[in-house]
């Protein structure tokens, strides 16, 4: 089966720790894209990577770094720097548009972070 | 900053009645549109996307996109209590020259089917 797969589903985390969030796709896109979606809010996009070894910071980047070392996978890691990090964190993925065009983009299934 | 604009709702409609939900955006460049559905505590699942001007139809799902009206609206016929969800409409921009482009969310459209 192809897919984007999150780990874990739900993550509990003390203030001051950092965490990574895990996102793995077998769907042999080239574009990977991390979300932040809190309450009666819309998706807002912290880091996106077209490429191996290459990304880009999102609208809400600060606190947060990532890494694309393999085409299947885009790590992204909350640090203590993070103000308010409890939310709701979708990973996505989709195949490279050309210019104009951006193809569709699909979700895993989610983590979900509280810190206390 | 681009902008996309949904009524938040809630929009209550009864089961078998059509479903209208709209989205504007503010980017005249923008040339991909999609519907999300997201079911509460789940992830959006993609249900439409169009590209071209007009109607576009899937089963009981009808995307229309006018761009000089920077309007997309979904249509759901026969709606059933199963549609009940949050729709979600994202756009793309170009936000360089190299043709890097990201998708902008609305806030989303609660939906409720009443049996």
């Known amino acids: 089966d192809g897919g984007i797969t999150q780990s874990p589903k739900y993550l509990f985390r003390k203030e001051g720790q950092n965490v990574t969030l895990s996102c793995e796709q077998n769907?042999?896109?080239?574009?990977m894209y991390w979300y932040r979606q809190d309450p009666g809010q819309g998706l807002r996009l912290i880091y996106y990577s077209q490429i191996v070894n290459d990304f880009q910071k999102g609208d809400i980047a600060e606190g947060y770094s990532v890494s694309r070392e393999k085409k299947e996978s885009f790590p992204l890691t909350v640090t203590s720097a993070q103000k308010n990090p409890t939310a709701f964190y979708l990973c996505?993925?989709?195949?490279?548009?050309?210019?104009?065009?951006?193809?569709?983009?699909?979700f895993g299934p989610g983590t979900r972070l509280t810190v206390t | 900053q681009k902008e996309v604009e949904q009524n938040s709702g809630p929009l209550s409609v009864p089961e078998g009645a059509i479903a209208s939900l709209n989205c504007t955006y503010s980017?005249?460049?923008?040339?991909?549109f999609f519907w999300y559905r997201q079911y509460s505590g789940k992830s959006p699942e993609l249900i439409m996307s169009?590209?071209?001007?007009g109607d576009k139809e899937d089963g009981r799902f009808t995307a229309q996109l006018n761009k000089a009206s920077q309007y997309v609206s979904l249509l759901i016929r026969d709606s059933q209590p199963s549609d009940s969800a949050t729709y979600l409409c994202a756009v793309n921009y170009q936000i360089s020259n190299f043709g890097n482009e990201k998708l902008t969310f609305g806030t989303g459209t609660r939906l409720t089917i009443i049996p």
């Open positions: 980017d005249r460049g923008s040339q991909s």
């Open positions: 996505a993925s989709s195949i490279e548009g050309s210019s104009g065009v951006f193809y569709e983009q699909y």
């Open positions: 169009i590209y071209s001007n």
């Open positions: 769907l042999n896109h080239d574009a």
